[in-house]
């Protein structure tokens, strides 16, 4: 499986952007899903994570109420609605998939699929 973001950019505090995560390769709707985030100099950090079917999701806490994770299984594509942004939330956002059940992914943090990194960052 292959995975390639998009959607990044440079926004102002308050404001919203979309991720995109465009996967090729083997069924996607097979597959959990998740986005991650990392600052230099720290580790990568967990965003949020959805089910195949997309019926379940998952959020850090960090994000919970400002950030929206979906899928579209007939264009193999996942997103993270990102709203009231801060400048905290500046990172490279990474884009993941595991063959895993969501809560097994939640619990061992293990990712099979890894997307290059988009760059997200917020301005105040």
């Known amino acids: 499986v292959q995975l390639t973001e998009s959607g990044g950019g440079l926004v102002q505090a308050g404001g919203s952007l979309r991720l995109s995560c465009a996967a090729s390769g083997r069924t996607f709707r097979a597959y959990v899903m998740g986005w991650f985030r990392q600052v230099p100099g720290k580790e990568r950090e967990f965003v949020a994570a959805?089910?195949?079917?997309?019926?379940?999701?998952y959020y850090a806490d960090s994000v919970k109420g400002r950030f929206t994770i979906s899928r579209d299984n007939s264009k193999n594509t996942e997103y993270l609605q990102m709203s009231s942004l801060k400048s905290e939330d500046t990172a490279v956002y990474y884009c993941?998939?595991?063959?895993?059940?969501?809560?097994?992914?939640?619990?061992?943090?293990?990712?099979?699929?890894w997307g290059q990194g988009t760059q997200v960052t917020v301005s105040s």
């Open positions: 959805i089910s195949g079917s997309g019926g379940m999701t």
């Open positions: 993941a998939g595991t063959s895993r059940t969501l809560m097994v992914a939640i619990t061992t943090q293990t990712w099979d699929y």
